[in-house]
C-alpha cells in the first residue's frame, strides 16, 4: 500500500525551541512560501493549513500559495457554527476550481471553549456535534449539486444550492479527526478520512476499529490518517539528541501554565494528550520511538516519532499495518525538517507522489561534482 504524506503549514510561528521566542523566526508569506514549495518539490502530497485563533486564516493561506505551488493539495478547515454551510459549500467550490483541484477539507468542531466563545459559539460539547452534523450534511449536498430544505435543531435553511461546481466530483473529499464517541459517530456517517493524533497502537488500533464497525453499520467506509510529528536524523542517538534540544528552554513554570490551559478545553483528543505525559518530562518515551514531548507545550498533536530513516519507517509501518494510509508529519523548524524527512525517511517508505505537472522541469538530485568532471557514486546499501 503506498503512503499519502503530507506536511505542516506554521502558521502559529516556527522556529528551533518549543516554549520560548529563543531561536524563533517570523512565519510571513515568503517564509510559507518557501515551506510550501519545499513541501512541494520534495514530494508531499499536501499540507495541512491549522486553525483557530493563535493562527493565520487557513482559507486566506491556501488561496495565497496557489500560484507558487504546482502540485501540493491544501487541507484548510472547516468551522461548523461559525460559517453558514452554504456559504462554505462556495467557497469550498472556489478554492477547489482556483487550485485546479487541490483543495481538501477538515471539519474541526473546536474543543477550547474560551475560543469558541470569542467566535460567538456557546454550545455544548455534545450541542457541538449536533450542529456538525448538521452543516456537514448541508455543506456535502450542495457541493454534490442538490438543493437542499433543511430544518435542524441548530441550522435551518430553504433552497440551499450552488451555482458553480467544484472540479473534484461529486465533490473534494472531506477529513475529521476527533476522540469522543459522538466523533466517531460523525465521522463513520459524513466524512472520507477518519484522522487521529499519535498515540501508541494499542490505543489507535482501538479507534479504527470503532470507526469502522460505526461506518459499516451504515454500509460506508473510511480510510484512516495520523497526525504526527517526526525528528528524524541520520543515527537514532542524534534523532533523541535533537528532541532534548527541542525542549532545552522549557521551564516548568512554563509547562504548568500550557497544561493548566489545556485543562480547560473538553476535547476528548486533547485530554487524551494530555494523560501521555501527564506534565511530567522524565517519562515522555511512551511506546517506542513515540516522544511525547511535544504535548507539553503545544496544544493538539503532541506525539513524535524519533529515530533514524530505518526505525521511524518501521514505526511508519505499523501505522499502516492498522488500516492507516495517510499521514500528516511537521518538524521544527518546519522548512529544515520537511527535507530531512524527504531526504532520510522517504527512502524508507512507499510514498505516493503525487501526479507531475505536465512541462514542469524535474532535475534528479546528484549532489556536488567531483573535481568539476565526475558525478557522485551513491553509497552502497547496508
Excluded at 512560501?33 to 493563535?54: C, E, H, K, N, Y
Aim: aromatic share 8%; charged share 20%.
Amino acid at each position: 500500500m503506498s503512503l499519502d504524506i503530507f506536511w505542516f503549514l506554521p502558521t502559529h510561528g516556527d522556529g528551533h525551541y518549543l516554549g520560548t521566542a529563543e531561536g524563533a523566526r517570523a512565519v510571513d508569506h515568503g517564509y510559507l512560501t518557501q515551506v510550501a514549495q519545499a513541501a512541494d518539490r520534495l514530494g508531499f502530497g499536501g499540507v495541512l493549513i491549522p486553525t483557530g485563533r493563535s493562527c493565520e486564516d487557513s482559507w486566506l493561506v491556501a488561496a495565497s500559495l496557489i500560484p507558487v505551488t504546482q502540485k501540493l493539495k491544501f487541507l484548510v478547515a472547516l468551522r461548523p457554527g461559525i460559517i453558514s454551510p452554504t456559504v462554505a459549500a462556495r467557497q469550498a467550490a472556489t478554492l477547489d476550481r482556483l487550485s485546479g483541484g487541490r483543495a481538501l477539507f477538515n471539519l474541526v468542531t473546536g474543543g477550547d471553549p474560551d475560543e469558541l466563545a470569542g467566535d460567538g459559539l456557546h454550545l455544548s460539547h455534545s450541542e457541538r456535534y449536533e450542529a456538525s452534523v448538521e452543516f456537514t450534511r448541508i455543506w456535502r449536498r450542495v457541493l454534490e449539486g442538490g438543493t437542499v430544505d433543511y430544518d435542524g435543531k441548530h441550522i435551518q435553511v430553504k433552497g440551499a444550492k450552488l451555482l458553480y461546481p467544484p472540479l473534484q466530483q461529486p465533490r473534494p473529499p472531506l477529513y475529521f479527526g476527533g476522540s469522543s464517541d459522538a466523533a466517531q459517530d460523525l465521522a463513520a456517517e459524513q466524512v472520507e478520512l477518519y484522522l487521529t493524533w499519535g498515540e501508541p497502537l494499542d490505543a489507535v488500533r482501538e479507534k479504527i476499529e470503532a470507526v469502522r464497525a460505526k461506518a459499516a453499520a451504515q454500509g460506508r467506509t473510511v480510510r484512516f490518517g495520523i497526525r504526527l510529528h517526526v525528528i528524524v536524523r541520520e543515527t537514532n542517538e542524534e534523532a533523541w539528541r535533537a528532541a532534548d534540544r527541542l525542549i532545552a528552554n522549557l521551564d516548568d513554570a512554563t509547562i504548568e501554565k500550557a497544561q493548566a490551559a489545556f485543562a480547560r478545553f473538553d476535547s476528548v483528543g486533547q485530554q487524551r494528550m494530555a494523560a501521555l505525559h501527564g506534565g511530567r518530562r522524565d517519562k515522555l518515551e511512551i511506546a517506542p520511538n513515540l516522544w511525547a514531548g511535544v504535548g507539553l507545550v503545544r496544544g493538539g498533536a503532541g506525539t513524535a516519532l524519533v529515530g533514524d530513516g530505518p526505525t521511524v519507517a518501521a514505526r511508519v509501518k505499523e501505522y499502516a499495518a492498522l488500516g492507516i494510509d495517510t499521514f500528516i508529519f511537521s518538524g521544527y523548524p518546519h522548512l529544515e525538517e520537511s527535507y530531512r524527512v524527504a531526504e532520510l525517511l522517504f527512502p524508507h517508505l512507499p510514498v505516493k507522489r503525487p501526479t507531475q505537472v505536465e512541462g514542469a522541469n524535474y532535475v534528479s538530485p546528484f549532489g556536488e561534482m567531483v573535481a568539476n568532471d565526475i558525478l557522485p557514486q551513491k553509497a552502497a546499501q547496508s
